[in-house]
């Protein structure tokens, strides 16, 4: 590890597609701490998460390696034991770790989790656990602090949408929560003569669509200025089963938000909703960030800002996520800014992905890259070593039965995304998708069986069979010839 190491503040929301900040031209939201990050670092126009669904992303992304090689596919899956987290490289190098939010690296389900979620040796000295917002567990860090501040967890039906709740204050936020005891390790972390690194998991914006009120009516005004999803009638008809059963209802039909009954008022609140609870992040990592300076922190601090992965938000006739890969599920934002990296509010258009992050906090500590880790380091770029536009041909993603709604036919599908053409295999189905994205940038076309992009499919299935196989795992090590 280098003399003098930089602390790492990583703040990962939970299912915030890109298009959802200032710096990324979203016109609504109001993110001025965030851009004012953008503008201090570099950021990322096509970061995709390597999972649309939680777990296998989270797996992926803490150890630079992909879903099927960690093992971690589904949702409800607990990482094996011996897979590494950067955190656990890092601690081991050490840096002390703290986790504020979820993990959601083993089963959280209340029926089987009945306290803190179970844990490998990931590498975190100090874990502040809260899956979800729900008073669910036991030990749940959130609810205790809201319980200690004379609060309850409080979510509400919201009178103007059905598909709408919302919390009486921004005070009584997990966002808020997961701030503060943010604040409260890194100023007990900065009077030691160790770096740290702190893990700021906090679950908005992910449904159920609960921001507090006075956010919320901010867009009361302006709800007719709010476009409706991107959706066209009859595209789901060739595209593959999951898509037509959640056009139903999310999640197999079985958690709500069913399109064709919900009315462009339903439509618009749910944006603005989700941008609200949007809103309350930014204003959350703003006091962040100027904690860092009060704390004279900031200048040696790399800061992250990502989700890990989208939301579809009623386009193409969907929401929340499943087995698809369209763009507002699996592309994210990404903002990195640190000492000796660029600071000049430059903007990135390589493909990269989430894997990419592991390896480049171990570069960027000038620690030596672990065996396992499949990502390739972003901090040639982020120094202004590299071309901030090439970084990597194709970004790939994977759903391997990833959640257990969709079971006729099991959904397990593969994506490859170049510059300009995007490949999805529905496996065992004789199904896929094809999208030119220069000539049809929201994905409503599927090109899979037209004649005259026969040729650019097959060339995107062999694209996505060289992934497929390049992502086998590294280890264990070659020790010898033979």
């Known amino acids: 590890m280098r003399e003098n190491p930089s602390n790492i503040l990583w703040i990962c929301t939970d299912q915030q597609r890109y298009d959802t900040l200032g710096c990324y031209g979203n016109p ?3 993110t001025p701490n965030l851009d004012k990050l953008a503008r201090e670092g570099l950021l990322f126009e096509h970061a995709y998460s390597q999972s649309p669904v939680c777990t296998p992303s989270r797996a992926s992304f803490l150890t630079g390696r992909y879903p099927r090689t960690t093992r971690c596919r589904q949702n409800g899956q607990a990482i094996p034991p011996d897979e590494v987290l950067v955190t656990k490289l890092l601690q081991d190098a050490g840096y002390i770790c703290g986790l504020a939010g979820k993990l959601h690296l083993a089963p959280c389900n209340p029926r089987v989790c009945k306290g803190t979620e179970d844990r490998i040796d990931d590498g975190y000295d100090q874990f502040f656990w809260s899956h979800d917002p729900a008073d669910a567990w036991a030990t749940h860090d959130y609810i205790q602090w809201l319980s200690d501040k004379g609060l309850r967890r409080d979510s509400r039906p919201f009178a103007d949408s059905k598909y709408v709740r919302v919390i009486p204050s921004e ?11 943010a604040m409260s390790f890194i100023g007990s972390a900065s009077k030691f003569n160790q770096p740290w690194l702190f893990s700021v998991n906090m679950f908005d914006p992910h449904h159920a669509f609960d921001p507090p009120v006075e956010t919320l009516e901010r867009y009361r005004d302006m709800l007719d200025d709010i476009s409706l999803p991107n959706y066209v009638e009859g595209e789901l008809e060739n595209k593959p089963i999951w898509q037509q059963i959640d056009h139903v209802g999310a999640y197999g039909g079985k958690s709500g938000y069913p399109y064709q ?5 339903d439509h618009r609140w749910v944006t603005a909703a989700y941008w609200a609870m949007i809103d309350v992040i930014d204003t959350q ?7 860092l300076d009060e704390t004279g922190q900031r200048d040696n601090t790399i800061v992250i800002f990502t989700s890990d992965h989208g939301e579809m938000l009623g386009d193409h ?4 996520k499943g087995p698809y890969f369209y763009e507002p599920a699996i592309r994210v934002p990404l903002i990195i800014s640190g000492p000796g990296m660029l600071n000049n509010g430059a903007r990135s258009d390589a493909l990269v992905e989430l894997v990419d992050l592991a390896p480049t906090l171990l570069e960027a500590s000038d620690l030596d890259r672990y065996p396992g880790m499949q990502g390739q380091s972003l901090l040639p770029m982020l120094t202004g070593e590299y071309s901030l536009d090439l970084h990597r041909e194709d970004v790939y993603c994977e759903y391997y039965n990833a959640m257990p709604w969709h079971s006729e036919p099991t959904a397990n599908a593969t994506m490859v995304r170049s510059g300009r053409y995007k490949i999805v295999v529905a496996h065992g189905t004789g199904i896929g998708e094809l999208y030119d994205l220069e000539s049809d940038p929201n994905e409503t076309h599927n090109l899979w069986d037209k004649p005259d992009y026969t040729t650019v499919k097959l060339e995107m299935q062999e694209r996505l069979i060289h992934r497929m196989a390049w992502t086998v795992d590294p280890l264990p090590e070659r020790q010898a010839p033979w």
């Open 317 to 320: 006739g969907i929401y929340l």
């Open 261 to 265: 009954e919900m009315s462009d008022s």
């Open 285 to 291: 990592v703003g006091r962040l960030l100027e904690f």
């Open 28 to 30: 609504f939201v109001q």
């Open 171 to 181: 005070e009584h936020s997990q966002t808020t929560w997961s701030v503060e005891r």
